[in-house]
């Protein structure tokens, strides 16, 4: 358990090294911050679920701990070298080693090999210093390929921040998780805003201050 953990920071250390604009974190996601977010997924997701920029897997562990089935995960990753970590440590699970820029096709390739839509897209992004072009073109295609019931779900460490992401995706609420570092924010997108309205309703997280469902 304590040689994982320190064979995991150091794949992340020397990614982070590398190339920090894209890890854009100090850290792998906190166990608590893995769990609150494997906890919207569920048990059961009613499609695939796809994890953008699962780095060293903290919240692909908590997704399959939380008893998302292995052939619905779908894990995201741009670098090789953490690429290849995940594959290692996951060997159940397909990891994709492409970009998140790909999601559109991606979600193509799924679509033609089984039945099943995309039901939820978990994001570790590091949205704040990615290029803003990259930045719209995967919202964009993470509206057009979530299902109608779908969910985008993103952290980042601007806690008290408000909803950024956008296109068409309809804020559902938030929830800040202190015990990460550094703490972080979690907001959830839905593609339709009944689903948004349900989620606020079930959910109990905090709820947007104003009409900010299509805040861009
Ligand atoms: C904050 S780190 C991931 C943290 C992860 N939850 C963990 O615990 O290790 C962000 C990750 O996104 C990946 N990433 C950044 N840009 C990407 C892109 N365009 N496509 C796919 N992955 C990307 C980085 O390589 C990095 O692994």
Not at 181 to 207: C, H, I, M, Y
Request: some cysteine; glycine content about 8%; hydrophobic content about 40%.
């Amino acid at each position: 358990m304590l040689k994982r953990w320190f064979s995991t920071l150091h794949v992340f250390g020397r990614e982070l090294v590398a190339n920090p604009r894209q890890v854009g974190a100090a850290c792998p996601s906190s166990p608590i911050l893995a769990g609150r977010i494997a906890a919207l997924v569920g048990r059961q997701p009613e499609g695939y679920v796809i994890e953008l920029g699962a780095g060293t897997g903290a919240i692909t562990h908590a997704l399959l701990e939380a008893g998302v089935p292995a052939s619905r995960l779908i894990p995201v990753e741009r670098s090789e070298r953490l690429a290849a970590h995940l594959q290692k440590r996951f060997p159940a699970v397909g990891v994709h080693h492409r970009d998140a820029r790909d999601l559109k096709q991606l979600a193509n390739e799924l679509a033609r090999t089984g039945d099943r839509h995309v039901s939820h897209v978990v994001s570790s992004l590091p949205l704040r210093s990615l290029p803003e072009a990259d930045v719209q073109h995967i919202l964009a295609a993470v509206g057009q390929v979530l299902g109608e019931r779908g969910l985008f779900i993103q952290y980042t460490y601007s806690v008290r921040g408000g909803n950024e992401p956008a296109h068409q995706l309809h804020w559902c609420g938030r929830s800040v998780v202190w015990l990460n570092l550094p703490p972080a924010r979690v907001d959830v997108f839905a593609t339709q805003p009944a689903t948004a309205a349900e989620f606020r309703k079930n959910s109990g997280w905090s709820a947007p201050d104003g009409n900010l469902a299509t805040a861009s």
